[in-house]
Structure formats: structure tokens, C-alpha cells
T-cell receptor, first 113, second 116 residues
Framework: DVKVTQSSRYLVKRTGEKVFLECVQD?????MFWYRQDPGLGLRLIYF???????EKGDIPEGYSVSREKKERFSLILESASTNQTSMYLC????????????FGDGTRLSIL | AQSVTQLGSHVSVSEGALVLLRCNYS??????LFWYVQYPNQGLQLLLK??????LVKGINGFEAEFKKSETSFHLTKPSAHMSDAAEYFC??????????????FGKGTKLSVKP
């Protein structure tokens, strides 16, 4: 079974802090994704990566950056956290094919105070 | 552009009743389609997927979905609801052309409540 592991289930940070969310997958997947999930808005794609050191902006990249130095690890960085970034963050991975599903981690519920 | 519409942000059924969650997609070529379930404070779990082998797809936990090209629909059903089915359900489409392979377009989700 595919395992996608997010480093924290719950995280509390202060405004202005630099925040790192880590995600690791164990199935040698090419693609990795970061989403945020807010009530009524569904899943919104922040960034994705289809290869090591490659990244693409999703629908809402502002205020975020990402890093993929190794194939199995994809990090989301909040450069200067703000209260409107309080949300549930979901990481996913998939093989780079049309018919392949994405596999999700358990999510990180991030609160910015 | 491709899109996914889930009709009804909230659906409530009684235990033992039929579950029907609606999903319509827009795509100019037959897409690949997925249903996911999300339990509270968890990530999304794959329920089933349609990849053109058969129009009726069976998934986990007794769910199934039927691909209807003429209606551009992929509705999720379960004959008899159980209390443990209470969760949020997401329909997603892989467009099968253009853009990046592996990207999915998600609907906004339908929250299912099951009454005893």
C-alpha cells in the first residue's frame, strides 16, 4: 500500500513565522501535490511537482513556496505566516499517468495565531 | 476547461436507505474518474475509479458508481447506508489530455449524514 506521511497532524504557529510542512511518500511516485482545504471551498491546489527540483504553481500559490530535493519528499513553506493561512493542508502523490489516482496523507491542521 | 460539479453540498439519509451522491463532469474526451471519501480530521481515501474498462465500477465499503457518457455523470451509490458512511465525499476527474498527467480536478465535496 502507498504511504504518504505528513510530519505533523496539528501545528500552531505565530504570524510572521516561517513554517515548514513536510511530506514523504514511499512508492517512488513522480508527482507530488500540496492542497489546502477550507470549509465550502473544497480542495485547492497550491503547488505540485512532477520531478525532483521541478515545481509548478497551482491555483493559489501566493504566500507559499515548495522544495523537492529528493523524489520521496515534498516540502511546503509558508515564508511569513499569516492568519488567513490557517487551514487544513493535504499532501498527495501519484504516478505521472492519466489513469492513476492520487494518494493522500492524513493532513496537517495548521493554526496561525 | 474541465470541471466537476457535485450536486448538493449536504445529503442526509436514514440508516438502511439508499445513498445517491451526484457528480457531473465536463470534458471533451472520455476522462478518468474517481470518488474519494474523507472521514473527519483525515486525508482523502480512494473509494473507486473509472478507467474505461467497465461502466459500472465497484469500490470499497459497498459503494459503486456508474459512468454514463451521454449524461456526463458518475454518480456514487450504496444500497443501504450505515452510520459509518457519514463522511465527506469528493468526485475527481483526470482530463486525459492537456496539462500535466496525474493532476486531478476535484468537486467541492458532498457531506453525507446518516440518521439512526
Amino acid at each position: 500500500d502507498v504511504k504518504v506521511t505528513q510530519s505533523s497532524r496539528y501545528l500552531v504557529k505565530r504570524t510572521g513565522e516561517k513554517v515548514f510542512l513536510e511530506c514523504v511518500q514511499d512508492m517512488d511516485h513522480e508527482n507530488m501535490f500540496w492542497y489546502r482545504q477550507d470549509p465550502g471551498l473544497g480542495l485547492r491546489l497550491i503547488y505540485f511537482s512532477y520531478d525532483v527540483k521541478m515545481k509548478e504553481k497551482g491555483d493559489i500559490p501566493e504566500g507559499y513556496s515548495v522544495s523537492r530535493e529528493k523524489k520521496e519528499r515534498f516540502s511546503l513553506i509558508l515564508e511569513s505566516a499569516s492568519t488567513n493561512q490557517t487551514s487544513m493542508y493535504l499532501c498527495a502523490s501519484s504516478r505521472g499517468l492519466w489513469d492513476q489516482p492520487q494518494h493522500f496523507g492524513d493532513g496537517t491542521r495548521l493554526s496561525i495565531l | 476547461a474541465q470541471s466537476v460539479t457535485q450536486l448538493g453540498s449536504h445529503v442526509s439519509v436514514s440508516e438502511g436507505a439508499l445513498v445517491l451522491l451526484r457528480c457531473n463532469y465536463s470534458s471533451s474526451v472520455p476522462p478518468y474518474l474517481f470518488w474519494y471519501v474523507q472521514y473527519p480530521n483525515q486525508g482523502l481515501q480512494l473509494l473507486l475509479k473509472y478507467t474505461s474498462a467497465a461502466t459500472l465500477v465497484k469500490g470499497i465499503n459497498g459503494f459503486e458508481a456508474e459512468f454514463k457518457k451521454s449524461e456526463t455523470s458518475f454518480h456514487l451509490t450504496k444500497p443501504s447506508a450505515h452510520m459509518s458512511d457519514a463522511a465527506e465525499y469528493f468526485c475527481a476527474v483526470s482530463p486525459n489530455y492537456g496539462g500535466s498527467q496525474g493532476n486531478l480536478i476535484f468537486g467541492k465535496g458532498t457531506k453525507l449524514s446518516v440518521k439512526p
